[in-house]
């Protein structure tokens, strides 16, 4: 995926789980940032060209509310499940791994999606087809209980 995402030149931000910092910084470049940190999805995903992820739902949910095009790599059942709905919206390609797919394969894929402006329209129109429920109505069944549990006077 690195090698892939160094062909398309293009200014990246990577988290890689588990990473030391001295090795996040020996692999980062000009154009790349490696960190093992969490990234900032609310300030990083909405100045996204493209976002690439294992297919986890709160990534995928967070780059449709970005309106951020996405190319997943899915690691489990659940991430493909996740990916092809996300696919299915005409906001996302999904990729694999191994010898099938290798990086100038992923390459290909990651410039027509950074390439494809009517993806990009796509996934900033279907932000609107994430439903949180009625929240609410959730946090007041919250406090409810809570209150129920300790009591009005909190003992």
Known sequence: ILAAIKATDHDCEMRIVGISPENAQAMSTDKIRITGDPIDFHGSLPAAQAVIHHG?????????LAGTRQVIVPVGLEHLVSSHGVQNLGCARLVGTGPDWPA????????????????AERAFRRSDLVYFG??????????????????????
């Not at 986890?56 to 449709?64: C, F, P, R, T, V």
């Not at 109505?137 to 909190?154: A, H, N, S």
């Open 104 to 119: 100038e394969r992923i390459t290909e894929v990651l410039r027509a999606v950074l390439a494809n402006e009517a993806m």
């Open 56 to 64: 986890g739902q709160s990534i995928s949910i967070a780059s449709l």
């Open 134 to 155: 009625e929240v609410r109505k959730g946090l007041e069944t919250i406090v409810e209980r809570c209150t129920e549990f300790v009591g009005e006077d909190g003992e």
